[in-house]
C-alpha cells in the first residue's frame, strides 16, 4: 500500500472539549418546548389532570418535531427472513409498529420509528404552560402594595438600645468578664493584705450593658386574593363539573406555582353559598336550585370581612352553567355589579356542554348589561375550550390599561 | 476496558494490511481515529462528518441514539467509516482487542468498496472532508448573519431535508442540460427518414414544446426550485444546493447498503481467518462475526443477506453443482476474478436481481409480507411458485426504492405557476399525513400552489396545497 495508515489516539482533553451536538440540542429542545405549548389545549382535554400528583408523567404528543418527507403508507409489501418454516397467512407482525423488515437500511422508506410523545412531569408541563400567564392588572395601583410580610428576628447584641431589651444574663456576663480582667491586670502586684478580706465593690459599667438587638424584615409584595366561586346545584351534571372543576384546578395550579403570597377562597353555592376548603370544593357535589346571587353576597361578605379592597387585589371566577332561578336574575346582576366593582378582575364562565345551551337559560344574556370594564364572560363548551378560555382571562396583554 | 495498546493497533493493522493486498483489495489511505461513545455518539448523529453545518435535527439524532443507548435498547456499532480520500474510521475505545481487530479489517472491505464501485464515482472522495466543511461554514455564514438569522435558515433547512430524497438516483448517468433537452426534442421531432416517401402519407410535424419548463420531467425537486423560483434570495438558493449536494453524497451509501456491509463481512471473515490467530482470540472472532451476520427471523439483516449472497457468488464460480453447471454453463471466470466484477459495477437492485438465487433465498426463508388489517400477513414465500415474486418485492424495497419517485410535471400547470408533480406510482400508496406536510414544505419552497399527482387506494387523484391549506381532488 502507498501510504502508512494514520492513528490518532484518543484524547480524554478532546473529547472534553468538543460537545459538537449541544447546540443542535439545545435548539432541539427549544423546540419540543414549543411544540408542547402548542398543544397544550388538547392535552388538558384528553389527560384528566385534576386532583393528579404534581410528580406525575404525563405523555405528551410532539407534532412540530417529526421530519416529514413523502414515504409510503401501509399498502406498501415488505421483505423478512423466516426461521425456516414461514408459510403464506402467517402473521408476522402489526401495522404501525416497527414491523419486520425495517431494518436502519431504508432511511426513508415508511414513517418508521420516530418519537411522536414524550414524557413529561405534570410540574413541567404545568410550568410551561403559564410561561406567558399572569395575574393581570396586579400592580396597578400603588396603594394595594403594603407588607405582605412583617417579621421580627433577633438578630445579635448591641450596647446601646431600649431598657425593655437590655439582656441581664449578657450584661453580668460583661461585667464578670471585666472584672477578672481587672484582676489579672493588677496581678503584678500582691493584693493588699488591709482590703483582701473586704469586699470590693465592683459595680456595672455603661460598657457591659447588652441589649437585644431585633430587626424588622418587611417584604413589599402586593396582596391578592382569587375567590373561586362554583355552581354545585342540580342542574350541574357530571360533565359541567368536570369541566368547571378543571377550570378551577388549572386556575388553582397556576396561582400556587406562580404566587406566593395569594389567598384563594373557595365558595359553592346552589341556592345558598358556603366557604368551603380545597378538598371539597375539588371533590364534593351537591344538589338543589340555583340561586347565583347567593355565591356573589358570600363573595362580598367574605371581601368586606377580611378582604378589604384598598388593601388586597381581589380576583373572582365563577363557573356555572347559567341555569338560575329566573326570580333571582336581577338580584344576581345587581351582586355581579357589586363585585365587579371591588375586583381587580370577575370573570364569568358558562359551562355549556355541546347542545345545551339551546335548552337552558343562560346567564350570559343577562349579564351582557354589565358594563363594568373588568368583567368577562366565557363560553365552555367542551374540554378543548378550557385553556383557551383560561389563557383569554389571564393572558398577560389581554386587559388594556383603563385608568 | 481496553485490553491492548495503540502499538498492538498499529502492529495489527499492518498485518491485515498485507493480507489487504494480498487478497487484491484496492483501498484509499486509511485513516483510524480513537474514540469514546459520546464521541462516537456525536458522530453517528452528524453522519460520521467531523464538521457538518448545524441544524436541530442532529440535536434530535443525537438525543434518541443517546437515549436509545443508555437505555440499553441498541449498542453502538463496532466502527464508522466514512467515504472519504483518505477513508477516516472511528474505533471505539473501550472495544476488545478482537473487535478493533475485526473493525479494521471491516472497515478496509468499506474502503475498498468506496474506492471501486461505480456509484460512488460522482462523490468526490478526495473533495469529501472539504465541502462539509465548507457547507458548515457556509450555513453558519448565514445564521450568523443578522439580516437572515438562525429562524430564517432553519425555515429553509426544515423544508429542504423534507423533499432532499427527491433527487435522481443513478447519479452515474448524466442529467442533460436545458440546452441539450432542446437539442434532443427538437431531433426527436424531425420526420424520420422514411426510404418509401413517395408512396406514404407526408408525415405530419409535431413542434416540440421547447419553450415548457421542465422539458422533461425532473426529478431534482431542489434543484428545480432552485432554478426556477425567481423570487428565492441568493442564500436561499445555496442552502438548497447544499442539502442536494448532501443528499447526493449519500445516495450511493442507501443504493448499495446490502452489497456494502456483505462486501465488507465477506472480507473481514477472510483476513481475520488468514490472520491466524491465538485460539481465544479466534473463539472470540467466531462470536462476534455470527452476532453480525446473523439473521433476525422476521427481518431483514443486510448484512446476513449481503453476506450471503457474496459467498453464493464465490462458491458458484469455485464450485459449482452438478445442477448448476447443467443450468449455468461452466463458470467461464474463476470465483475471486467474479466478485471483483460484480463490486465493481452493480449495486442493490441489480446485485439481488443477478445473484440472489431460487435456492439460496429458499434457505433462508425470505417471504414477503403486506397490511391486512392490523395485520402484517405473509403473502408468498420461497417456493417454486413463490420466489419470483418475493424477489420482486425485495428489489422494490431496497437501495432508493423505498423512497417514492416524484418528478417536477409543469412548473406553469394552469398558467398561474403552480407546480405540477406527479407520482410514479407502483401500487404502493403515499402515506398521506407524511404526504401533506412535506407539500406544505414543498409549497413553502416554491412559493406558490403546488400540486401532486398520485394514486391513492386505486383512484386517480391530486393532492393540492396553497395558501388556503390541502385538499385532496379525485380526477376522473
Known amino acids: 500500500m502507498p501510504t502508512d495508515t494514520i492513528f490518532r489516539e484518543y484524547r480524554p482533553s478532546d473529547a472534553e472539549r468538543s460537545d459538537r451536538s449541544a447546540g443542535d440540542r439545545l435548539r432541539h429542545r427549544q423546540k419540543?418546548?414549543?411544540?408542547?405549548?402548542?398543544?397544550?389545549?388538547?392535552?388538558?382535554?384528553?389527560?384528566?389532570?385534576?386532583?393528579?400528583?404534581?410528580?406525575?408523567?404525563?405523555?405528551?404528543?410532539?407534532?412540530?418535531?417529526?421530519?416529514?418527507?413523502?414515504?409510503?403508507?401501509?399498502?406498501?409489501?415488505?421483505?423478512?427472513?423466516?426461521?425456516?418454516?414461514?408459510?403464506?397467512?402467517?402473521?408476522?407482525?402489526?401495522?404501525?409498529?416497527?414491523?419486520?423488515?425495517?431494518?436502519?437500511?431504508?432511511?426513508?422508506?415508511?414513517?418508521g420509528v420516530d418519537y411522536y410523545e414524550t414524557d413529561v412531569t405534570l410540574e413541567e408541563l404545568i410550568e410551561i404552560m403559564f410561561e406567558d400567564l399572569e395575574l393581570p392588572?396586579?400592580?396597578?395601583?400603588?396603594?394595594?402594595?403594603?407588607?405582605?410580610?412583617?417579621?421580627?428576628?433577633?438578630?445579635?447584641?448591641?450596647?446601646?438600645?431600649?431598657?425593655?431589651?437590655?439582656?441581664?444574663?449578657?450584661?453580668?456576663?460583661?461585667?464578670?468578664?471585666?472584672?477578672?480582667?481587672?484582676?489579672?491586670?493588677?496581678?503584678?502586684?500582691?493584693?493588699?493584705?488591709?482590703?483582701?478580706?473586704?469586699?470590693?465593690?465592683?459595680?456595672?459599667?455603661?460598657?457591659?450593658?447588652?441589649?437585644?438587638?431585633?430587626?424588622?424584615?418587611?417584604?413589599?409584595?402586593?396582596?391578592?386574593?382569587?375567590?373561586?366561586?362554583?355552581?354545585?346545584?342540580?342542574?350541574?351534571?357530571?360533565?359541567?363539573?368536570?369541566?368547571?372543576?378543571?377550570?378551577?384546578?388549572?386556575?388553582?395550579?397556576?396561582?400556587?406555582?406562580?404566587?406566593?403570597?395569594?389567598?384563594?377562597?373557595f365558595v359553592a353555592h346552589h341556592t345558598e353559598a358556603r366557604e368551603v376548603t380545597e378538598e371539597e370544593f375539588f371533590h364534593k357535589g351537591e344538589s338543589g336550585g340555583t340561586f347565583i346571587s347567593s355565591g356573589y353576597q358570600k363573595a362580598l361578605e367574605i371581601i368586606a370581612e377580611r378582604y378589604h379592597p384598598s388593601l388586597w387585589n381581589v380576583y373572582a371566577f365563577h363557573c356555572s352553567d347559567g341555569d338560575n332561578f329566573d326570580s333571582d336574575n336581577p338580584a344576581a346582576l345587581r351582586a355581579a355589579e357589586d363585585l365587579a366593582e371591588v375586583c381587580n378582575l370577575f370573570g364569568y364562565g358558562e359551562i355549556k356542554p355541546l347542545g345545551s345551551r339551546y335548552y337552558e337559560s343562560s346567564m350570559l344574556n343577562i349579564f351582557r348589561r354589565l358594563e363594568a370594564p373588568n368583567f368577562h364572560t366565557v363560553l365552555i363548551e367542551r374540554k378543548e375550550d378550557i385553556w383557551p378560555s383560561f389563557k383569554a382571562f389571564l393572558a398577560k396583554d389581554r386587559i388594556k390599561e383603563t385608568a | 476496558m481496553a485490553n491492548y495498546e495503540l502499538q498492538d493497533l498499529i502492529d495489527w493493522d499492518a498485518r491485515i494490511r498485507d493480507k489487504v493486498a494480498e487478497f487484491g483489495l484496492d483501498c484509499y489511505p486509511q485513516e483510524f481515529e480513537i474514540c469514546d461513545h459520546t464521541g462516537m455518539l456525536g458522530y453517528m448523529a452528524y453522519s460520521g462528518m467531523p464538521s457538518h453545518y448545524p441544524h436541530w435535527s442532529y440535536g434530535k439524532s443525537y438525543e434518541k441514539l443517546k437515549t436509545l443507548y443508555d437505555h440499553g435498547v441498541s449498542g453502538l456499532p463496532y466502527e464508522m467509516v466514512i467515504n472519504a480520500n483518505p477513508a477516516i474510521a472511528y474505533l471505539m475505545r473501550d472495544n476488545t482487542l478482537l473487535l478493533q481487530i475485526l473493525t479494521m479489517a471491516h472497515v478496509y472491505g468499506h474502503n475498498d468498496f468506496?474506492?471501486?464501485?461505480?456509484?460512488?464515482?460522482?462523490?468526490?472522495?478526495?473533495?469529501?472532508?472539504?465541502?462539509?466543511?465548507?457547507?458548515?461554514?457556509?450555513?453558519?455564514?448565514?445564521?450568523?448573519?443578522?439580516?437572515?438569522?438562525?429562524?430564517?435558515?432553519?425555515?429553509?433547512?426544515?423544508?429542504?431535508?423534507?423533499?432532499?430524497?427527491?433527487?435522481?438516483?443513478?447519479?452515474?448517468?448524466?442529467?442533460?442540460?436545458?440546452?441539450?433537452?432542446?437539442?434532443r426534442a427538437i431531433e426527436a421531432a424531425q420526420p424520420k427518414n422514411d426510404p418509401f416517401k413517395r408512396i406514404h402519407r407526408p408525415q405530419e410535424f409535431h413542434e416540440p414544446e421547447v419553450q415548457r419548463v421542465p422539458l422533461e420531467p425532473d426529478e431534482d425537486l431542489l434543484l428545480f426550485i432552485r432554478d426556477y423560483n425567481p423570487f428565492l434570495v441568493e442564500w436561499e438558493k445555496d442552502l438548497l444546493t447544499i442539502v442536494d449536494e448532501e443528499a447526493k453524497y449519500f445516495i450511493p451509501m442507501m443504493e448499495t447498503k446490502i452489497m456494502n456491509e456483505g462486501w465488507a463481512s465477506y472480507w473481514h471473515k477472510k483476513i481475520v481467518e488468514s490472520l491466524a490467530l491465538e485460539q481465544g482470540l479466534h473463539l472470540e472472532f467466531i462470536v462476534r462475526h455470527n452476532q453480525v451476520i446473523r439473521p433476525i427471523p422476521g427481518q431483514l439483516n443486510p448484512y446476513h443477506l449481503g453476506f450471503r449472497i457474496w459467498e453464493d457468488l464465490y462458491r458458484r464460480y469455485t464450485d459449482p453443482t452438478p445442477e448448476e453447471i447443467k443450468r449455468d454453463g461452466a463458470p467461464s471466470k474463476s470465483g475471486l476474478e467474479k466478485i471483483f466484477e460484480a463490486r465493481e459495477v452493480e449495486r442493490d437492485t441489480s446485485f439481488i436481481r443477478r445473484y440472489l438465487t431460487e435456492e439460496l433465498m429458499r434457505d433462508m426463508d425470505l417471504f414477503d409480507y403486506q397490511a391486512r388489517g392490523s395485520d402484517l400477513v405473509v403473502d408468498k414465500v420461497s417456493d417454486p411458485d413463490g420466489w419470483r415474486e418475493v424477489k420482486e418485492t425485495l428489489i422494490r424495497i431496497v437501495g432508493t426504492n423505498g423512497i417514492p419517485v416524484i418528478k417536477v410535471e409543469d412548473a406553469d400547470f394552469g398558467h398561474n405557476h403552480t407546480l405540477y408533480l406527479k407520482h410514479s406510482h407502483d401500487g404502493r400508496d403515499l402515506h398521506l399525513e407524511y404526504a401533506e406536510k412535506t407539500l406544505s414544505y414543498l409549497q413553502r419552497l416554491w412559493g406558490r400552489e403546488c400540486v401532486l399527482e398520485t394514486t391513492l387506494q386505486g383512484k386517480r387523484s391530486q393532492l393540492c396545497y396553497n395558501e388556503r391549506g390541502f385538499s385532496i381532488r379525485a380526477l376522473k
Open chain 1, 137 to 265: 392588572n396586579l400592580e396597578r395601583r400603588a396603594l394595594r402594595e403594603i407588607e405582605a410580610e412583617r417579621s421580627s428576628k433577633r438578630k445579635g447584641y448591641r450596647h446601646v438600645g431600649i431598657r425593655v431589651r437590655l439582656d441581664k444574663r449578657r450584661t453580668a456576663k460583661q461585667r464578670v468578664m471585666r472584672k477578672l480582667a481587672s484582676v489579672k491586670e493588677a496581678g503584678a502586684e500582691p493584693p493588699d493584705p488591709v482590703q483582701a478580706w473586704q469586699p470590693r465593690r465592683f459595680p456595672f459599667h455603661q460598657d457591659d450593658l447588652r441589649y437585644r438587638h431585633v430587626e424588622v424584615e418587611t417584604r413589599e409584595e402586593s396582596n391578592a386574593v382569587v375567590i373561586c366561586i362554583m355552581d354545585t346545584s342540580g342542574s350541574m351534571d357530571t360533565m359541567k363539573k368536570y369541566l368547571a372543576r378543571s377550570f378551577f384546578f388549572l386556575l388553582y395550579q397556576f396561582i400556587s406555582t406562580r404566587y406566593r403570597n395569594v389567598e384563594i377562597v
Open chain 2, 114 to 183: 468506496f474506492k471501486n464501485n461505480f456509484t460512488y464515482r460522482t462523490t468526490r472522495a478526495e473533495l469529501t472532508i472539504e465541502t462539509f466543511k465548507a457547507h458548515a461554514i457556509r450555513v453558519r455564514r448565514y445564521t450568523e448573519d443578522p439580516s437572515i438569522g438562525v429562524d430564517l435558515v432553519e425555515r429553509v433547512l426544515d423544508a429542504a431535508h423534507a423533499l432532499s430524497w427527491q433527487c435522481r438516483r443513478n447519479l452515474a448517468i448524466r442529467k442533460l442540460s436545458r440546452e441539450e433537452q432542446v437539442t
Open chain 1, 32 to 111: 419540543v418546548r414549543e411544540s408542547i405549548r402548542e398543544n397544550i389545549a388538547d392535552i388538558i382535554a384528553e389527560e384528566s389532570i385534576i386532583g393528579k400528583d404534581r410528580d406525575r408523567v404525563i405523555k405528551v404528543p410532539l407534532r412540530g418535531i417529526k421530519e416529514y418527507r413523502f414515504v409510503f403508507g401501509e399498502n406498501a409489501p415488505g421483505v423478512g427472513q423466516g426461521d425456516g418454516n414461514a408459510h403464506p397467512g402467517q402473521v408476522v407482525g402489526k401495522v404501525g409498529k416497527d414491523g419486520p423488515g425495517q431494518g436502519e437500511d431504508k432511511a426513508g422508506d415508511r414513517p
